[in-house]
């Protein structure tokens, strides 16, 4: 299945491998989980399918909760896309540590 995916997708799999925190095995299963993304006519449909979706839970007109993502949608694929953001952001966060730590040795 694996040599399938890599076959039919091949110009799918190279351009998701450009995109900051995913690599080959996570554009395999992005593609395998979304199916090549043909299913989709737009972000919006996609981000509907991961659950990823704002949704605003309240009660009457006095109590408003913090809107918050949705959660009703394809589970393995919404933890995919959250470590592939994660991995992209590590770089950044640990560049933001560093020289935060460094700002506050040197000010002692």
């Not at 992005?30 to 989709?40: A, C, E, S």
């Not at 919006?44 to 659950?51: K, S, V």
């Not at 839970?57 to 918050?68: A, M």
């Not at 589970?75 to 592939?84: D, Y």
């Amino acid at each position: 299945m694996l040599v399938l995916v890599k076959q039919s997708h091949q110009d799918l799999l190279t351009r998701l491998k450009t995109i900051p925190g995913i690599g080959p095995k996570t554009a395999i299963m992005l593609v395998v989980l979304t199916g090549g993304f043909d299913r989709f006519t737009s972000a919006a449909e996609l981000c509907r399918y991961a659950g990823l979706t704002p949704v605003i839970r309240q009660s009457g007109s006095s109590v408003k909760g913090r809107p918050r993502i949705s959660k009703i949608g394809n589970q393995k694929l919404r933890n995919l896309l959250f470590m592939c953001s994660f991995n992209a952001c590590k770089p950044a966060c640990q560049q933001v540590g560093t020289t935060r730590l460094a700002e506050i040795f040197t000010s002692e």
